[in-house]
């Protein structure tokens, strides 16, 4: 048996942004329009070490693409230094059930998540955004900066993070690259930073608040897809309250966003008030309707946006001859 294993640098060469955003916008049509099987991921909890490992596959029936990610997320590998994140994703012929590739999990989670907010992005935020605030300063900031700056033309970045050395790190090693700003100023705190901004990214495992009501401006739209458990927080009540919430998905929204949850519990929010953004994409509901309107896109992540991802590099890994091919 064939099996094609991309690493890392693969799936980066193979899966540029604007394509990868391309890949989301299908996906999630695909799955607002009933044509994903995608049950709810499961959850291992790993107690000893503060860390949780997660299974995730889906079926997408159009283009007969079966799949799933394998995905751990160790906190305390800081200190080890290694990545938080640690992921593979495996792609299954459809119709013999046959492994057909592996490829490196954490770049793919990385731009697959930049991916659907920049989708959410180009959907969602005023056209003439031109200032952007990045909440962390991980991998996955990274991905969210280059993402928006594929599908606005965003002139002044902020980062903020609460070890400002992080963000002064960020800042020197994103200025410039991938459509961003020559210059990206360092923030003393969220605030600041949002303040500022059209466009806020929140990319950060904080388990209580670090965006507020008084943070953002009228008009702001908000990616939030750092929190991905009911038990975390990056966004407070008060801002999902004035915000019109979009989302992945209801199920996965309704199950694992905790600032969703505390919304849905305390009455503020129905679960009609959330749209996925695959209804967006398909016309089936608005997006912003006014220039004053804040937006939020509420993310978790979905196994979909993973197999989505994961065939769109494979067919061009196959195209550009990147990878590897082993004999099982």
């Given at each position: 048996?064939?099996?094609?294993?991309?690493?890392?640098?693969?799936?980066?060469?193979?899966?540029?942004?604007?394509?990868?955003?391309?890949?989301?916008?299908?996906?999630?049509?695909?799955?607002?329009?009933?044509?994903?099987?995608?049950?709810?991921?499961?959850?291992?909890?790993?107690?000893?070490?503060?860390?949780?490992?997660?299974?995730?596959?889906?079926?997408?029936?159009?283009?007969?693409?079966?799949?799933?990610?394998?995905?751990?997320?160790?906190?305390?590998?800081?200190?080890?230094?290694?990545?938080?994140?640690?992921?593979?994703?495996?792609?299954?012929?459809?119709?013999?059930g046959?492994?057909?590739?592996?490829?490196?999990?954490?770049?793919?989670t990385?731009?697959?998540?930049?991916?659907?907010?920049?989708?959410?992005?180009?959907?969602?935020?005023?056209?003439?955004?031109?200032?952007?605030?990045?909440?962390?300063?991980?991998?996955?900031?990274r991905?969210?900066?280059?993402?928006?700056c594929?599908?606005?033309?965003?002139e002044?970045?902020?980062?903020?993070?609460?070890?400002?050395?992080?963000?002064?790190?960020?800042?020197?090693?994103?200025?410039?690259?991938?459509?961003?700003?020559?210059?990206?100023?360092?923030?003393?705190?969220?605030?600041?930073?949002?303040?500022?901004?059209?466009?806020?990214?929140?990319?950060?495992?904080?388990?209580?608040?670090?965006?507020?009501?008084?943070?953002?401006?009228?008009g702001?739209?908000?990616?939030?897809?750092?929190?991905?458990?009911?038990?975390?927080?990056?966004?407070?009540?008060e801002?999902?309250?004035?915000?019109?919430?979009?989302?992945?998905?209801?199920?996965?929204?309704?199950?694992?966003?905790?600032?969703?949850?505390?919304?849905?519990?305390?009455?503020?929010?129905?679960?009609?008030?959330?749209?996925?953004?695959?209804?967006?994409?398909?016309?089936?509901?608005?997006?912003?309707?006014?220039?004053?309107?804040?937006?939020?896109?509420k993310?978790?992540?979905?196994?979909?946006?993973?197999?989505?991802?994961?065939?769109?590099?494979?067919?061009?890994?196959?195209?550009?001859?990147?990878?590897?091919?082993?004999?099982?």
């Amino acid at each position: 048996m064939r099996f094609h294993i991309l690493t890392a640098q693969d799936v980066r060469a193979a899966l540029p942004m604007r394509d990868a955003i391309d890949a989301m916008r299908k996906a999630f049509g695909l799955l607002a329009g009933g044509e994903v099987d995608m049950p709810q991921r499961t959850a291992i909890e790993i107690p000893k070490h503060d860390a949780v490992t997660l299974v995730m596959p889906a079926y997408v029936h159009v283009g007969n693409r079966l799949g799933a990610k394998l995905v751990s997320v160790f906190p305390n590998n800081r200190g080890l230094d290694l990545p938080t994140i640690h992921a593979v994703v495996i792609l299954l012929n459809a119709a013999t059930g046959q492994p057909a590739a592996l490829l490196e999990g954490t770049a793919l989670t990385a731009i697959r998540t930049g991916a659907a907010s920049g989708l959410a992005t180009d959907l969602l935020a005023r056209r003439d955004a031109s200032t952007l605030a990045i909440l962390g300063s991980g991998a996955q900031a990274r991905t969210q900066l280059e993402a928006v700056c594929c599908v606005r033309n965003i002139e002044r970045v902020f980062v903020y993070s609460r070890t400002r050395a992080h963000a002064e790190q960020f800042a020197a090693d994103m200025a410039g690259r991938d459509g961003a700003p020559a210059s990206i100023e360092v923030s003393a705190s969220a605030q600041e930073a949002c303040l500022a901004a059209d466009v806020v990214c929140a990319a950060t495992s904080s388990t209580t608040p670090v965006l507020y009501a008084t943070d953002v401006r009228p008009g702001t739209h908000i990616n939030a897809i750092g929190s991905y458990t009911p038990a975390m927080r990056e966004i407070d009540s008060e801002l999902v309250r004035g915000s019109t919430v979009f989302v992945d998905q209801r199920q996965a929204a309704l199950a694992e966003a905790g600032e969703v949850i505390d919304c849905v519990k305390d009455g503020s929010l129905a679960e009609s008030d959330l749209t996925e953004l695959g209804e967006v994409v398909n016309g089936a509901r608005p997006g912003r309707k006014t220039a004053e309107q804040i937006t939020l896109f509420k993310s978790v992540g979905l196994a979909v946006q993973d197999v989505a991802a994961a065939q769109q590099a494979l067919t061009a890994a196959l195209q550009r001859k990147l990878g590897a091919v082993v004999n099982l």
